[in-house]
């Protein structure tokens, strides 16, 4: 199995997102998100949460951008089940949502809104006591997430595991902590998937780019099978697929070679 690129960009926290979508600016947004696609993202991540007030009809329009203009599916990114159930209405492809977690609110929201429902999932290994504080702990509560989601219906295949990275720069356990929570949770539960928010790692510290790159080989070593990033990052990109390709997941290192020849190894 490749590794799963989930493309972070189209949120409109970002600033050039949040004014192209204030003036349904659909250049812009098809011109970003086809070039995500050509850079290997298997997803396209769709977050309007930043527009208080806009998130519904924003989403919509998104949506119908989005979709018009690219061949892979959308991750559905919002805490609001009443916003998801109205998005998953307009996705055209099994799309994943974005997410669920261990938070009582969150979660008893969330698990009604996901039964019967034919996409993937993201779940956070977060609960009310707050973020993990150790790798035994994500893997506790990945293990609480999986049965609950296997138990109303969500094929194991289709759940990927958030562990939560957190920043190193304030705790210089918390790189180690995330790979051994994503060995341990490939051990405790074969056939899961796993993503994460990766640039968390370096939150404050300089050269961040190097400092997620070098991350995220070390987390395909330690199985991670996805990650919530930006696609049309170079390095990032190029991390991928060498990766994928010294773990034999591209045939003939055809990906590899592809992506040399169209300059995105350079």
């Not at 086809?34 to 991540?45: F, H, L, T």
């Not at 806009?54 to 916003?83: G, Y």
């Not at 609110?105 to 977060?126: D, N, S, T």
């Not at 180690?176 to 990766?198: D, F, H, K, S």
Request: proline residues 5%; glycine residues 8%.
């Amino acid at each position: 199995m490749k590794f799963t690129v989930i493309g972070e960009r189209i949120n409109t926290s970002r600033i050039a997102v949040r004014d192209a979508v204030a003036a349904r600016d659909a250049a812009y947004i098809v011109e970003d998100v086809k070039r995500q696609e050509a850079a290997g993202a298997a997803y396209i991540d769709v977050n309007a949460g930043a527009r208080l007030g806009h998130e519904t009809e924003d989403m919509e329009w998104l949506l119908a951008t989005i979709q018009s203009a690219v061949s892979v599916p959308v991750c559905l990114d919002s805490p609001d089940p009443r916003l998801l159930e109205l998005a998953f209405a307009l996705v055209s492809r099994e799309p994943l949502v974005n997410s669920i977690s261990l938070e009582r609110e969150r979660y008893e929201a969330m698990l009604p809104f996901l039964k019967g429902k034919e996409c993937g999932v993201i779940a956070l290994c977060m609960d009310d006591t707050g973020l993990p504080q150790s790798s035994d702990q994500v893997v506790e509560r990945a293990i609480s997430l999986a049965g609950a989601l296997e138990g109303i219906g969500v094929p194991r295949d289709k759940i990927h595991i958030d562990p939560l990275i957190q920043p190193i720069g304030t705790d210089a356990t918390k790189g180690y902590m995330a790979l051994e929570a994503v060995r341990g949770i490939n051990q405790q539960l074969p056939g899961i998937r796993t993503t994460c928010g990766l640039s968390n790692i370096s939150f404050g510290l300089p050269q961040r780019k190097f400092i997620n790159q070098a991350f995220l080989a070390l987390l395909m070593g330690a199985g991670l099978t996805g990650a919530i990033i930006d696609p049309l990052d170079d390095r990032m990109m190029a991390t991928v697929k060498t990766v994928d390709m010294l773990f034999g997941r591209d045939e003939y290192c055809a990906d590899f070679l592809s992506a040399v020849r169209a300059g995105q190894i350079v």
